[in-house]
């Protein structure tokens, strides 16, 4: 299993849609986080979880809800989407402590008709 | 206020020679630390070589180094040798402290193509 996995990897839906992104890490990390990755803007940072609990919510919008069950599975639950939120979504892990490096995934190329 | 600015959207290089990646940065933080990634099409974010802000030699990996210039806020990644493996966004990043890793801002990017 490589580093950070993420599924699926494109998505297509519906505004009246509900989908979930998955990321799943093998590093033994304890933090995970969510960005979001728009053409031509930088990378957003959505969430933030340490040791499951989430600490940073960087005024996302609520038809955005993360899921943290354990130290290795993040999700990112859609719904009532809007085509301004068709992105790359990236999933990277870490450990919280020190200057440790983001591993990312992927990526899950979300587009909303 | 952009923490992190990258003023080339797009460089070209011809492969085996040396290129320079811009990134200038702002922060009153006295601890902090910079990052450089690279971005395939493929889409995952490769992380390349970090500096700290005490650190008093330039990082290296390999062919990438970076020129950490505290006074000028710069910390511009060098890519020596260039392949035609290295096409993709490059992204300069910066975490502000030394506890809140979460507080990572990413620069634009700049597009680097390589020549055969």
């Known amino acids: 299993e490589t580093g950070v996995t993420q599924t699926p990897r494109h998505l297509v839906m519906g505004m009246t849609n509900k989908k979930s992104l998955k990321c799943e890490q093998h590093l033994g990390h304890n933090a995970m986080y969510w960005y979001k990755q728009s053409a031509k803007k930088p990378l957003e940072l959505m969430f933030v979880y340490s040791l499951e609990e989430r600490v940073e919510n960087n005024s996302v919008p609520s038809r955005f809800s993360p899921e943290c069950p354990n130290s290795s599975h993040l999700f990112l639950h859609l719904h009532t989407l809007q085509p301004e939120d068709s992105a790359l979504y990236l999933c990277a892990s870490s450990r919280w402590e020190g200057a440790n490096v983001l591993t990312f995934g992927a990526g899950s190329r979300l587009t909303v008709l | 206020a952009q923490k992190i600015t990258q003023t080339q959207p797009g460089m070209f290089v011809q492969e085996k020679e040396a290129v320079t990646l811009d990134c200038t940065y702002d922060?009153?933080?006295?601890?902090?630390?910079l990052f450089w990634y690279k971005q395939p099409s493929s889409g995952e974010m490769i992380f390349l070589i970090y500096?700290?802000?005490?650190?008093?030699q330039n990082a290296t990996e390999g062919r990438y180094s970076l020129n950490f210039q505290k006074a000028r806020k710069s910390a511009n990644l060098v890519i020596s040798a260039s392949q035609l493996g290295d096409s993709a966004m490059y992204f300069c990043?910066?975490?502000?402290?030394?506890?809140?890793?979460?507080?990572?801002?990413f620069g634009a990017g700049t597009r680097l193509t390589v020549k055969p």
């Open positions: 990043a910066m975490r502000e402290g030394l506890r809140n890793n979460n507080d990572m801002r």
């Open positions: 500096q700290g802000s005490y650190d008093e």
């Open positions: 922060t009153s933080d006295q601890s902090y630390g």
